[in-house]
């Protein structure tokens, strides 16, 4: 069993910052890559950003120069410092997963950021 806890959403002013976070525990011994994706109303589920257990990142063109995507090994938890938010980056941001062949996700966070 292997449980992704969330937490660091809101709501902010355009411009803003926010700080996501996401801890992996429980019967996971292997993490290959840790990432966020994002689904806003109406649209499909999209890759944000994705980090490997190598260190290599990538990012949706349309968050490259604002979101950073980081993760801390020893605690089992990847991180996304989101800044310069604008209004289209409202959504469910969810957590995401890769290790030992399978793919695990987080329950969300919702992300609104006002105009």
């Known amino acids: 069993q292997v449980q992704l806890v969330e937490s660091g959403g809101g709501l902010v002013q355009a411009g803003g910052s926010l700080r996501l976070s996401c801890a992996a525990s429980?019967?996971?011994?292997?993490?290959?890559?840790m990432g966020w994706y994002r689904q806003a109303p109406g649209k499909q589920r999209e890759l944000v950003a994705v980090?490997?257990?190598?260190?290599?990142?990538n990012y949706a063109d349309s968050v490259k120069g604002r979101f950073t995507i980081s993760r801390d090994n020893a605690k089992n938890t990847v991180y996304l410092q989101m800044n310069s938010l604008k209004p289209e980056d409202t959504a469910v941001y969810y957590c995401?997963?890769?290790?030992?062949?399978?793919?695990?996700w987080g329950q969300g966070t919702q992300v609104t950021v006002s105009s």
């Open positions: 980090i490997r257990s190598g260190g290599s990142t």
């Open positions: 995401n997963v890769l290790g030992m062949g399978r793919v695990y």
């Open positions: 429980g019967s996971i011994f292997r993490i290959d890559a």
